[in-house]
T-cell receptor
Framework: TQLLEQSPQFLSIQEGENLTVYCNSSSVFSSLQWYRQEPGEGPVLLVTVVTGGEVKKLKRLTFQFGDARKDSSLHITAAQPGDTGLYLCAGARGSQGNLIFGKGTKLSVKP | SQTIHQWPATLVQPVGSPLSLECTVEGTSNPNLYWYRQAAGRGLQLLFYSVGIGQISSEVPQNLSASRPQDRQFILSSKKLLLSDSGFYLC?????????FGSGTQLSVL
């Protein structure tokens, strides 16, 4: 069974701090995606990484795909209260959307 | 642009009652459609996916069923709800790998 382990499960920080969350697996994925979910809403896609070692930046968010395509990280610089939410990583097993989801990191950024 | 509609937003049902959740997608043709369930504190569990009309694949044996009567319509059903069916149900669509989710239905079975 392919599993994606996310860490930490919970993270509470002050506005302005930096943070990194991790997504790890023993399996190789063809691509990996990060989503953010707010309470009572569906997840919203942030980024897709495809190539081993790939780094993508989305404003203050930096996403990295591991060289072996088994793991990924999300780094947020100068976190803001608007970054609060559940961050989910999801690995793809092929070219379709049958994704394996991690359990998520619940981030709280306090003003 | 593509949009996905999922309803109702919340639902409270007694044990043993039937269920029907509906999801429709606009602005795209022949999408892959998905039903996920998210329990509190857990990740998303894929329940069903469909690559075309009448084509349904089940990932987890359970008390639920799905149907796709039209290209952009996906329905999740149950004849008799169990307490364990409570959760947050999400419909999603994709053309390639990326998923685009509806706003979810919070189902409470009492």
């Amino acid at each position: 069974t392919q599993l994606l382990e996310q860490s930490p499960q919970f993270l509470s920080i002050q506005e302005g701090e930096n943070l990194t969350v991790y997504c790890n697996s023993s399996s190789v994925f063809s691509s990996l995606q990060w989503y953010r979910q707010e309470p009572g809403e569906g997840p919203v896609l942030l980024v897709t990484v495809v190539t081993g070692g790939e780094v993508k930046k989305l404003k203050r968010l930096t996403f990295q795909f591991g060289d072996a395509r088994k793991d990924s990280s999300l780094h947020i610089t100068a976190a803001q209260p608007g970054d609060t939410g559940l961050y989910l990583c999801a690995g793809a097993r092929g070219s379709q959307g049958n994704l394996i989801f991690g359990k998520g990191t619940k981030l709280s950024v306090k003003p | 642009s593509q949009t996905i509609h999922q309803w109702p937003a919340t639902l409270v049902q007694p044990v043993g009652s039937p269920l029907s959740l509906e999801c429709t997608v606009e602005g795209t043709s022949n999408p892959n459609l998905y039903w996920y369930r998210q329990a509190a504190g857990r990740g998303l569990q894929l329940l069903f996916y469909s690559v075309g009309i009448g084509q349904i694949s089940s990932e987890v044996p359970q008390n639920l069923s799905a149907s796709r009567p039209q290209d952009r319509q996906f329905i999740l059903s149950s004849k008799k709800l169990l307490l364990s069916d409570s959760g947050f149900y999400l419909c999603a669509w994709s053309v390639r790998v990326e998923l685009f989710f509806g706003s979810g239905t919070q189902l409470s079975v009492l």
